[in-house]
């Protein structure tokens, strides 16, 4: 099964100001049709995970535009370019190339 | 627009089995790939298994090989998720998720199914 890395572990962010969430996979996630299959999702307390970013840098339904998301094979970023207090959650990254999908540990984001 | 409705909590003895159902409506099961993740308290996101369509099969997490078994029945257009053996640390809530591709890439989470092992 393919493993996922993220740091940080926790993120405290001031409001307006940017954050930044590293994703490493240990195999690459560049599949033959040139992309990546690499998802990044957010999940609240007492909710099911909610897509943010699909295939590395495309945006789900939706999604603000202050998210985003870049990188190929195996490393990946999700940026935040100005954190909302609506932005806490706990942000994970999944690799889609095989099955079994697999997830980084999160990372918490907390505004400071 | 695709909903996954799962069937309810559970509580079971170490040693048991437990079965979890997720009925898809709004799109026919066939067309998805459906995969299971658990989620124990206060941590992170791990995956059972799930259908690979390259495959054309279910494939399960390395972890739970021997222990877990999911099927389909595509005439109800419902998953299940089987997990015997079940310890303390089976003690999670269970998803179904699947995703539509379209002109953008839709995610769908079933509601969850907490499963508590406890004796």
């Known amino acids: 099964d393919i493993v996922m890395t993220q740091s940080p572990l926790s993120l405290p962010v001031s409001p307006g100001e940017p954050a930044s969430i590293s994703c490493r996979s240990s195999?690459?996630?560049?599949?033959?049709?040139?992309?990546?299959?690499l998802d990044w999702y957010v999940q609240k307390p007492g909710q099911p995970p909610k897509l943010l970013i699909y295939?590395?840098?495309y945006r789900a339904s939706g999604v603000p535009d202050r998210f985003s998301g870049s990188g190929s094979g195996t490393d990946f970023t999700l940026k935040i370019s100005r954190v909302e207090a609506e932005d806490v959650g706990i942000y994970y990254c999944?690799?889609?190339?095989?099955?079994?999908?697999?997830f980084g540990g999160g990372t918490k984001v907390e505004i400071k | 627009q695709v909903q996954l409705l799962q069937s309810g909590a559970e509580v079971k003895k170490p040693g048991a089995s437990v079965k979890v159902s997720c009925r898809v409506s709004?799109?026919?099961?066939?067309?998805?790939?459906m995969h299971w993740v658990r989620q124990a308290p206060g941590k992170g996101l791990e995956s059972l298994g799930g259908?690979?369509?390259?495959?054309?099969?279910?494939m399960y997490a390395q972890k739970f090989q021997g222990r877990v078994t999911m099927t389909e029945d595509t005439s109800t257009d419902t998953a299940y998720m089987e997990l015997r053996s079940l310890r303390s640390d089976d003690t999670a809530v269970y998803y179904c998720?699947?995703?539509?591709?379209?002109?953008?890439?839709?995610?769908?989470w079933g509601q969850g199914t907490l499963v508590t092992v406890s004796s």
């Open positions: 195999q690459s996630l560049l599949y033959s049709n040139g992309y990546n299959h």
């Open positions: 259908f690979d369509p390259q495959e054309d099969q279910i």
């Open positions: 999944m690799q889609a190339l095989q099955t079994p999908i697999t």
């Open positions: 295939l590395g840098s």
């Open positions: 998720t699947t995703k539509t591709y379209g002109h953008s890439v839709q995610s769908y």
């Open positions: 709004g799109n026919s099961l066939s067309g998805l790939s």
